[in-house]
């Protein structure tokens, strides 16, 4: 299983996922969710893929974690590249949008 590469939006998120458990429900929880979300991120590359529904305009992936969705791409040498990770009750299009132009994918 090879490391993904994560983009900044997606590094971003997880960091205030981590520190937004890590408030709520104790550093153990939040230690045990992010290491979830990371070991997915991990397996992305051999999961089946499910595309990005055409509505949000966006090529890509998307897999789900409890509450969020990661988004990701494949490079053209086959390297899982994880976009950004959105919580189920966000906008997901806009949102999805805004993280495309925080990385510079638009």
Same mark, same amino acid.
């Given at each position: !299983?090879?490391?993904?590469? #994560?983009?900044?939006?997606?590094?971003?998120?997880? $960091?205030?996922? =981590?520190? #937004?458990?890590?408030?709520? @429900?104790?550093?153990?929880?939040?230690?045990? =969710?992010?290491? $979830?979300?990371?070991?997915?991120?991990?397996?992305?590359?051999?999961?089946?893929?499910?595309?990005?529904?055409?509505? @949000?305009?966006?090529? $890509?992936? @998307?897999?789900? #974690?409890?509450? *969020?969705? +990661? #988004?990701?791409?494949?490079?053209?040498? $086959? /390297?899982?590249?994880?976009?950004?990770?959105? *919580? *189920?009750? !966000?906008?997901?299009?806009?949102?999805?949008?805004?993280?495309? +132009? /925080?990385?510079?994918?638009?």
């Amino acid at each position: !299983m090879s490391q993904p590469r #994560y983009l900044p939006a997606a590094l971003r998120v997880i $960091g205030e996922i =981590y520190d #937004y458990s890590e408030d709520r @429900f104790g550093e153990n929880q939040a230690d045990k =969710y992010v290491q $979830g979300l990371f070991a997915l991120c991990e397996a992305l590359a051999e999961r089946r893929r499910q595309p990005i529904p055409d509505e @949000f305009e966006v090529e $890509g992936y @998307f897999a789900r #974690y409890e509450k *969020h969705f +990661v #988004y990701w791409r494949l490079s053209d040498q $086959g /390297e899982v590249i994880v976009v950004c990770i959105l *919580h *189920h009750r !966000m906008d997901l299009s806009d949102r999805l949008l805004d993280a495309l +132009v /925080e990385n510079d994918l638009e």
